[in-house]
């Protein structure tokens, strides 16, 4: 739980201002582009903490059950 606290925490203050507001072209001539939502979302996936954060959500949330890892190795056994 601390662990996903100190994720959170990372992202907020640090992460999330990298992320770029705008986009500049390789060609100057074409002008600078705003950063549309896919784009941002890309961004922010692209960022370690959030795969950190939805691998440790998944434990949490997964836990035992039927698409669980434990499930899996039990059944092949």
């Known amino acids: ?5 100190i994720i ?3 992202l907020f203050t640090h992460d999330l201002s ?3 507001k705008e986009l500049v072209p390789v060609k100057p ?5 705003e950063v549309d939502p896919f ?3 890309s961004y922010f996936l692209y ?3 959030t795969l950190y954060l939805l691998f440790l959500l998944l434990f949490l949330f997964q836990g035992c059950t039927g698409f669980g890892l434990d499930t899996f190795k039990k059944n092949k056994s």
């Open 8 to 10: 959170l925490v990372a």
């Open 47 to 49: 960022l370690p903490q």
């Open 1 to 5: 739980m601390f662990l996903i606290i």
């Open 29 to 33: 001539e074409t002008g600078i582009y």
């Open 39 to 41: 784009t941002w979302l």
């Open 18 to 20: 990298s992320i770029p």
